[in-house]
């Protein structure tokens, strides 16, 4: 059973050209910056034990942020849906805290200020998460 971080994104209309530019744009940004801060700790990691010896590349641990193909099947009012597994069978906890934290403050808030007036919806499995307006970023309930 893996785990995996889902988001949904609602308003009454649907994004134009330009904000599925500047979305797509924030998402080669973020998907970048992730790999290359997972890169960096990977020796690290299986050193400790953490990630297997087999591990050439973050990639081959973690999945990218993204979004499930607009395709015009979604809800009335979603516009943007997607999950990502977090979870990584043969590695120890920290890639994937890593993961949570890029995405719950860094990915997830740079989206929800690209889109104003997007409600959003963003769960870990069944922990649904919050947005904390002062830190700008998702937080899990207590």
């Known amino acids: 059973m893996g ?3 889902y ?3 609602r308003r009454d209309r649907e994004l134009d050209g330009q904000e599925l ?5 924030i ?4 998907n970048a910056e992730l790999f290359e801060r997972l890169n960096r700790r990977l020796p690290a990691w299986k ?5 297997p010896e087999y591990v050439a590349d973050a990639g081959e641990i973690c999945e990218e942020f993204g979004f499930y193909d607009v395709d015009g099947s979604r809800d009335p009012g979603v516009v943007l849906e997607g999950s990502t597994k977090v979870s990584h069978g043969d590695c ?16 997830l808030g740079r989206l929800r200020s690209a889109l104003p007036g997007t409600e959003w919806d963003v769960h ?3 922990q649904t998460l919050i947005w904390d307006e002062e830190s700008r970023e998702y937080a899990f309930t207590s």
Not at 21 to 25: E, K, N, S
Not at 27 to 30: D, I
Not at 92 to 107: D, N, R
């Open 3 to 5: 785990i995996s971080i």
């Open 7 to 9: 988001y949904t994104a």
């Open 21 to 25: 530019d500047r979305v797509a744009g």
């Open 27 to 30: 998402l080669l940004q973020e």
């Open 47 to 51: 050193e400790e034990g953490i990630v």
């Open 92 to 107: 120890g906890i920290e890639p994937m805290l890593a993961q949570l934290e890029h995405y719950m403050g860094s990915t």
């Open 124 to 126: 870990v499995d069944d």
